[in-house]
């Protein structure tokens, strides 16, 4: 019954106080990060820079192929354990990862709107359900009752950005494989003042929670997940989208019902068509009302003759 959109979509992002595009070409792109410039290896910019100077204080280098990896080199000093910055109500730490990362996921902007924008905000004070202090955080509950409150699910939720973006409608459940992105999406809980609301961080395998989850009946109002192209669980249980993703999508599909309100997926870094997930979607969905869309997301450069950087590709099914 779901539709699926015949037209792909560009969910493209502007840059915020805290953070901006500045440029692309060459392979590389220049972003600001709060006070601070960084310049990053990005195959998609095909194009030329709009700049002649770039002035930057840092730049990953990426290892030669045979090495990987890579290194940051820095022009200027820049606070190793890192730098508070926001976007809308949520408070988090950019920091200069070893893995080419800044700490959080820019690009995932629009879709952090797009999912709020489902979901009804509530007036919230202390948070959901227990209030301040009460720290009790309610499972989802199978026949959960709709009082405002709404449920979510964030797999591989890396620093909590998106789930305190998420919190301020209903209790969040987060899931990442590293303890170490739980313990800083925690930090970035406290720093949003927002320590009270009622999330599960969980330090866990994204498949077997889903399927546990399935086990015991749980439902969400909106899933999101953003799984990388290969990882491994707490257990060393090893992660691999092509061979994982379509069963994952069907443990989420029994997770939610026709009262929910979505499901959206990014993928990245891997050689595949939105029409690919949105075909997915499409088989798991087609019991439940609504639609399927699909496409890519960007980031649109600053400033005059702004061009799209292409960053992933998506599909997400929303409910009636
Ligand atoms: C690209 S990041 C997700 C970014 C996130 N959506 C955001 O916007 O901040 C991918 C995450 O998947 C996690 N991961 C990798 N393998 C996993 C697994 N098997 N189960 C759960 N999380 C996993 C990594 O620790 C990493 O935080």
Redesign the pocket.
């Known amino acids: 019954m779901a539709d699926l959109a015949g037209q792909s979509l560009i969910m493209a992002g502007e840059g915020w106080a805290d953070y901006g595009l500045v440029d692309s070409g060459g392979g590389r792109k220049l972003e600001r990060y709060g006070l601070y410039r960084f310049i990053r290896p990005e195959p998609q910019a095909l194009w030329s820079p709009r700049f002649a100077q770039w002035n930057a204080d840092g730049e990953f280098v990426p290892g030669s192929d045979e090495e990987g990896g890579g290194r940051w080199q820095f022009a200027r000093k820049v606070p190793a354990e890192g730098w508070p910055l926001a976007w809308n109500d949520v408070r988090f730490t950019a920091q200069c990862t070893p893995f080419r ?1 800044l700490g ?2 820019p690009d ?1 902007a629009p ?1 952090w709107e797009w999912m709020r924008e489902r979901l009804s905000p509530l007036p919230l004070a202390g948070g959901v359900g227990g209030g301040p202090g009460s720290g009790a955080v309610p499972a989802p509950s199978p026949s959960r009752k709709r009082e405002g409150a709404m449920s979510t699910l ?9 789930t305190l973006a998420l919190s301020r409608c209903g209790p969040v459940t987060h ?4 303890k170490k ?1 739980v313990a800083q999406a925690r930090e970035n809980a406290a720093l949003s003042g927002m320590a009270e609301r009622p999330i599960r961080w969980l330090v ?6 889903a399927a546990r989850e399935v086990r015991r009946g749980n439902r969400y109002d909106g899933i ?1 997940l ?3 192209k ?5 257990a060393n ?3 691999r989208l092509e061979e994982g993703l379509a069963s994952l999508i069907t443990d989420c599909r029994r997770l939610l019902d026709a009262n929910s309100r979505f499901l959206f997926l ?1 993928v ?1 870094a891997v050689r595949m068509s939105s029409l690919a997930l949105a075909g997915l979607l499409a088989e798991h969905f087609a019991d439940l009302p609504g639609t399927i869309e699909h496409g890519e997301l960007a980031i649109a450069e600053e400033g005059e003759a702004s061009r799209l950087l292409p960053t992933a590709i998506f599909a997400r099914w929303s409910g009636d």
Do not use: C, Q
């Open positions: 990362h959080f996921f995932m879709v964030n797999l591989f939720g890396y620093t909590g950005v998106g899931v990442d494989a590293s992105s866990d395998d994204a498949a077997k929670f999101i953003d799984p990388p290969f990882g491994r669980g707490p249980e090893t992660w990014t990245y």
